[in-house]
């Protein structure tokens, strides 16, 4: 999945969950690394920030980690 759709879907599950703090701040990593290019970085940011969010078990996860 491309780094943009991957970002979108860890903004979309931003607020649920118990470590709302730690996935916002792996959001934000993942955008700062998305404007600066590093695109693989930020990917796997934007990944952190759903495990913290939804979990590794969750539908959006699995497909965005493909």
Known sequence: MHTTKVIQLARKH???GDMESSARVSL???M???E???L???K???LN???YSVGVFHADYKKASV
């Open 14 to 16: 931003i607020g649920k």
């Open 28 to 30: 934000s990593d993942a």
């Open 32 to 34: 700062h690394l998305y």
């Open 36 to 38: 600066r290019g590093l």
């Open 40 to 42: 693989d970085y930020a």
């Open 44 to 46: 796997s940011r934007a």
């Open 49 to 51: 920030s759903m495990k």
